[in-house]
């Protein structure tokens, strides 16, 4: 089992940037899969972003390519997102996400994936 405390959040301007962190417990992060996904006020929680056990696969969505980027140390035990170039669109909470697994290769980009859920963090960006 792992649990999951987000931090980084903020009220931010359009353009500026935020790194978000994921902190995990347990000994064994390294075999988690990770991912971020955001719920903006009144909407689904969508995904944002995942990577692999060893950190070598990542995917996004098409809304933040190019702009977002996930990794991960796992000698820390922790997952990070660095978002820039923020949009007020990006307003949303923002949670971090886990999966066990033993395929290092293998991340995943859907919500029913997902065994473990941080509490959230919110990013607010102002236009």
């Known amino acids: 089992q792992v649990q999951l405390v987000e931090s980084g959040g903020g009220l931010v301007q359009a353009g500026d940037s935020l790194r978000l962190s994921c902190a995990a417990s347990?000994?064994?992060?390294?075999?988690?899969?990770m991912g971020w996904f955001r719920q903006p006020t009144g909407k689904e929680r969508e995904f944002v972003a995942t990577?692999?056990?060893?950190?070598?696969?990542?995917a996004y969505a098409d809304s933040v390519k190019g702009r977002f980027t996930i990794s991960r140390d796992n000698a820390k035990n922790t997952v990070y997102l660095q978002m820039n170039s923020l949009k007020p669109e990006d307003t949303a909470v923002y949670y971090c996400?886990?999966?066990?697994?033993?395929?290092?290769?293998?991340?995943?980009?859907?919500?029913?994936?997902?065994?473990?859920w941080g509490q959230g963090t919110q990013v607010t960006v102002s236009s």
């Open positions: 990577i692999s056990t060893s950190g070598g696969w990542t």
């Open positions: 996400a886990a999966r066990f697994t033993y395929a290092r290769h293998s991340y995943y980009t859907e919500r029913n994936d997902y065994n473990y």
């Open positions: 347990g000994r064994t992060f390294s075999s988690y899969a």
